[in-house]
């Protein structure tokens, strides 16, 4: 009799052992999963402001650039008009003058204004599209830890 219940009890805990090592595997294998999924979620982030970046130095290179075009076009035009003005034979015909150059300068600084806000606009709406995607995706993963 005592040796049916060794027997019995070498059986449980075997089987206890089994059973805790079935458990102690199924939970490393959830841990190192869930480490992976963390893992690959920051990599997708570190993804997103790279690329959020390179769209950030282009526009800033566009900016850049036209800025500078205006700057130069608006000096070539103030310099002709001052040569413009100079050309000018009396009082009336040099505030005509003055008076048509100072109003396409304006109409031309209002249009270059629209354009720089269109393109501030167009420029921001890039830059924050990889960063929305990876807010979008960390809304969903956290509706799956509430499911």
């Known amino acids: 009799m005592a040796k049916a219940t060794t027997k019995a009890a070498t059986a449980k805990v075997e089987e206890f052992a089994a059973d ?3 458990t102690m595997t ?27 970046s ?6 800033a290179e566009g900016i850049s650039s036209e800025v500078s075009a205006y ?9 002709a008009a001052a040569q413009d003005l100079a ?4 009082m009336t015909e040099l505030m005509e003058k003055q008076t048509a150059f100072a109003q396409s300068a304006f109409e ?6 629209t354009k720089m806000n269109e393109i501030y ?14 807010v979008n995706a960390a809304t969903e993963v956290s509706k799956s830890f509430g499911a």
């Open 54 to 59: 390179e769209i950030a130095t282009k526009a």
């Open 26 to 52: 199924d939970g490393m294998e959830k841990m190192t999963k869930s480490v992976e999924e963390i893992a690959s979620f920051s990599q997708g982030n570190v993804d997103a402001i790279v690329k959020s």
């Open 108 to 113: 031309g600084f209002m249009a270059q204004a």
């Open 121 to 134: 606009m167009a420029a921001a709406k890039d830059v924050s599209a990889p960063l929305t995607e990876r």
């Open 71 to 79: 700057s130069k076009k608006a000096f070539e035009d103030s310099v």
């Open 20 to 22: 805790a090592q079935k």
């Open 87 to 90: 050309s000018a034979k009396n």
